[in-house]
């Protein structure tokens, strides 16, 4: 059973405008959560997290917002740019320990 | 940022043969990671090692096998390549942290 989903496989957004990806989990014991980038052939990049103890991390256009509630996560980009056209996962963790990854989004921004 | 480095890049071989996927880092870090991960799907850990001579099995069921001798290096090895070990592996590592950093990814097929 997936504990962390990702139910968008992929979004398009034109530059400039918000970009909102969002990520639902299962697991109610999970205390950090991470947003990475991945660029085909490459390895995931670390881009912003968040502990379940805030419910809004913000780092220049990126913002991840956490709905505890609702188990639900979200990654806004404003505003949107040609180069921020990758797969994005969303992670989440217990203690420190592993990551479960969800099947990740990929979010294309045009002209 | 961590340095973490896979090698090769790409690599194609026959089926049968024995293959070491090469991975290190230079940032001193403790624990370490290897992640099997096929298009639209989610990263799934295969082995994780805490330290110098420890090495676990992770979610996902391998065939393969690792090693962690020194510190800085991870070896993974599949003692007989099949079609069905085609994939992307990555390798990660941390301090400790709950971000993990990743290499570029080895892309493996197997013919």
């Known amino acids: 059973d997936q504990q962390v989903k990702q139910n968008s496989p992929s979004l398009s957004v034109q530059e400039g405008r918000i970009s909102i990806l969002n990520c639902d989990y299962t697991n109610s014991m999970f205390d950090y959560f991470l947003w990475y980038k991945k660029y085909p052939a490459e390895g995931p990049t670390f881009l912003i997290s968040i502990s379940s103890i805030k419910d809004k991390n913000e780092d220049g256009r990126f913002t991840v917002f956490l709905n505890k509630s609702a188990k639900h996560l979200s990654l806004h980009i404003v505003p949107s740019q040609p180069g921020d056209s990758a797969v994005y996962f969303c992670a989440a963790s217990f203690g420190a320990d592993k990551l479960i990854f969800g099947t990740g989004t990929r979010l294309q921004v045009f002209p | 940022e961590a340095d973490i480095y896979q090698t090769p890049r790409y690599l194609v071989i026959g089926t049968g043969k024995k293959i070491t996927l090469e991975c290190s880092q230079t940032?001193?870090?403790?624990?370490m990671y290897w992640y099997q991960q096929d298009p639209g799907m989610e990263l799934h850990l295969i082995h994780y090692s805490y330290g110098v001579n420890s090495t676990e099995k992770g979610d996902l069921s391998s065939e393969s096998t690792v090693s962690r001798i020194r510190t800085e290096h991870f070896p993974l090895t599949l003692e007989s390549a099949r079609p069905s070990h085609t994939s992307q592996y990555l390798c990660?590592?941390?301090?400790?942290?709950?971000?993990?950093?990743f290499g570029p990814g080895t892309r493996l097929t197997v013919t």
């Open positions: 990660a590592s941390t301090a400790g942290a709950y971000e993990q950093y």
């Open positions: 940032m001193g870090h403790d624990k």
